[in-house]
């Protein structure tokens, strides 16, 4: 069972080029997440989606977005990189019900944007 | 004002001590409270969940005071493995239902 995985675990990009940090979940899971975590700020919640064909934004939206064909793969599009969005990048995924559950995160993609 | 804040640390401790966290939460229609623990590089990883009744799992015990609007942990009997970043997770459960809000975490070093 490999949980969530994400790929890549590393990335650099220069400023204004695009890219997709990828996010799969074999879990069944309906609820996934991107989060981006920076020194001393905790994760910041970016974009959420309760199932597939339905995203919601978070904390910190602008610059990323996300699209969710399937319940596996929750995909994290950055559209124009900028160095304030050089930072790790991590996908979660949750069960549903009457609550959030747990929350079970990937190994993270490390960014920088030069 | 942060939503959730925590004492950032770190925390030094030699092994065997008991360590306490706090973490204060400002949206009083939270609803759900859980305590994570990060590795250094690693992902978060859930160490339990924290009810109003206060759970206890092994060495460690959460506690929820909803009157003063903090949730807090204590490690028994630190152990050396215990080091890592303690993340404080509050669920507002309103109209954002799913928007989980992490504290920036409290850093604990336990010492030989």
């Known amino acids: 069972n490999a949980g969530v995985t994400q790929t890549p675990k590393f990335q650099v990009l220069k400023t204004g080029q695009s890219m997709t940090l990828q996010c799969a979940q074999d879990?069944?899971?309906?609820?996934m997440s991107w989060y981006r975590q920076d020194p001393g700020m905790g994760l910041r919640l970016i974009h959420y989606?309760?199932?597939?064909?339905?995203?919601d934004q978070g904390e910190v939206p602008n610059g990323y977005n996300v699209s969710r064909s399937t319940t596996e793969d929750f995909p994290l599009r950055l559209l124009s990189a900028a160095p304030s969005q050089t930072s790790v990048y991590f996908c979660?995924?949750?069960?549903?019900?009457?609550?959030?559950?747990?929350?079970?995160f990937g190994p993270g993609t490390r960014l920088t944007v030069t | 004002r942060k939503e959730v804040e925590q004492d950032p640390g770190p925390f030094n401790v030699p092994e065997g001590a008991t360590v306490a966290f706090n973490c204060t939460y400002s949206?009083?229609?939270?609803?759900?409270f859980f305590w994570y623990r990060q590795d250094c590089r690693k992902e978060p990883k859930l160490l339990m969940s924290?009810?109003?009744s206060g759970n206890e799992d092994g060495r460690f015990t959460a506690q929820l005071n909803r009157a003063s609007q903090y949730i807090s942990l204590l490690i028994r009997d630190s152990k050396l493995s215990d080091s890592a970043t303690y993340l404080c997770?509050?669920?507002?459960?309103?109209?954002?239902?799913?928007?989980?809000?992490f504290g920036a975490g409290t850093r604990l070093f336990v010492k030989a």
């Open positions: 979660a995924s949750s069960p549903t019900g009457t609550q959030p559950y747990e929350q079970y």
């Open positions: 949206n009083s229609a939270s609803q759900s």
């Open positions: 924290v009810y109003s």
């Open positions: 879990m069944n899971h309906e609820y």
């Open positions: 997770v509050v669920n507002p459960m309103g109209g954002g239902g799913f928007k989980t809000i």
């Open positions: 989606s309760v199932g597939a064909g339905i995203t």
